[in-house]
């Protein structure tokens, strides 16, 4: 559910249009939107069973204030394959936890997130985004959708805006909980790209990279790219893709989100 992410953020720059984004200055304007969407994802994540198939209808929550943005997010859940994959801290797919193969369905947990941008004085100058993710275990134990524990997950990212396109890195760390009998590991996650505005239009491409939270499992390799297009005033549409290029890695994930601005 990572990609999901990603295209919340690229609509919620779409939402406020090119010439509101280039002249932000962190004022104190108040704004909600809500989306939904659907995310699809497949990929073997190292395994010699076979490839799980994972279906996400996430609907979610972004106020923003200023530089400050929260956000809160609850997936509807599918996932189709011969067992041992959940979902992670950052909604990624983490393989090798002990589950029933066959398909497995429900309501995932509750993930709660803040990030608060600094921006110097000048418009074309760098900005600073720190962020932090909290997923806290509300989904049934017995549907099988995630490690049952409460994951963290911190990230910072460096954008320079150069008229239309805005470069960016970003580098985190992931904190999952600690299921009982099973050991996940911390790491880190970083991404290198690049969004431009086109029009009122955003396009954004990056490479992301994730270590392996699971000792059975591969770190994560993935090119995403993305477009979100306005669909009236207050409506986007914002469709992706992922690429894998590695076994810890979907071979392949398609989204269609949208956004809708409530004021």
């Known amino acids: 559910m990572r990609p999901f992410y990603l295209a919340f953020g690229m609509a919620a720059l779409a939402c406020t249009s090119a010439?509101?984004?280039?002249?932000s200055t962190g004022?104190?304007?108040f704004s909600l939107s809500a989306s939904t969407g659907v995310d699809?994802?497949?990929?073997?994540?190292?395994?010699?069973?076979?490839?799980?198939?994972?279906?996400?209808?996430?609907?979610?929550?972004?106020?923003?204030?200023?530089?400050?943005?929260?956000?809160?997010s609850v997936p509807y859940i599918r996932i189709d394959g011969p067992g041992g994959v959940v979902i992670g801290p950052g909604?990624?797919?983490?393989?090798?936890?002990?589950?029933?193969?066959?398909?497995?369905?429900?309501?995932?947990?509750l993930s709660l997130g803040a990030a608060y941008t600094f921006r110097g004085e000048q418009v074309a100058g760098p900005q600073f985004t720190l962020s932090g993710r909290m997923k806290l275990p509300t989904s049934k134990e017995s549907d099988q959708l995630t490690t049952g524990e409460t994951d963290y997950t911190v990230k910072g990212e460096v954008s320079y805006p150069m008229?239309?396109?805005?470069?960016?890195?970003?580098?985190?760390?992931?904190?999952?909980?600690?299921?009982?009998?099973?050991?996940?590991?911390?790491?880190?996650?970083?991404?290198?790209?690049f969004s431009a505005?086109?029009?009122?239009?955003?396009?954004?491409?990056?490479?992301?990279?994730?270590?392996?939270?699971?000792?059975?499992?591969?770190?994560?390799?993935?090119?995403?790219g993305g477009l979100?297009?306005?669909?009236?005033?207050?409506?986007?549409?914002?469709?992706?893709?992922?690429?894998?290029l590695s076994?810890?890695?979907?071979?392949?994930?398609?989204?269609?989100?949208?956004?809708?601005?409530?004021?």
């Open 19 to 23: 010439p509101a984004f280039a002249q």
């Open 27 to 29: 004022g104190s304007d």
């Open 40 to 72: 699809y994802s497949t990929g073997d994540y190292g395994s010699e069973a076979g490839d799980t198939e994972i279906l996400v209808v996430p609907v979610a929550l972004r106020a923003t204030t200023g530089n400050l943005a929260l956000t809160a």
């Open 91 to 109: 909604g990624e797919q983490v393989p090798g936890v002990p589950t029933e193969s066959g398909t497995r369905e429900g309501v995932g947990d």
């Open 163 to 193: 008229g239309d396109i805005i470069p960016f890195v970003s580098a985190g760390y992931r904190f999952p909980g600690d299921p009982e009998g099973f050991d996940l590991e911390s790491g880190p996650t970083a991404s290198a790209g």
């Open 197 to 224: 505005i086109l029009g009122r239009s955003v396009l954004i491409a990056s490479y992301d990279y994730a270590s392996a939270i699971s000792s059975l499992g591969e770190d994560s390799h993935s090119l995403f």
């Open 228 to 244: 979100s297009v306005p669909v009236g005033s207050r409506l986007n549409l914002t469709g992706y893709g992922v690429a894998g």
């Open 247 to 263: 076994a810890g890695a979907p071979d392949l994930g398609v989204g269609l989100l949208m956004t809708a601005r409530v004021f």
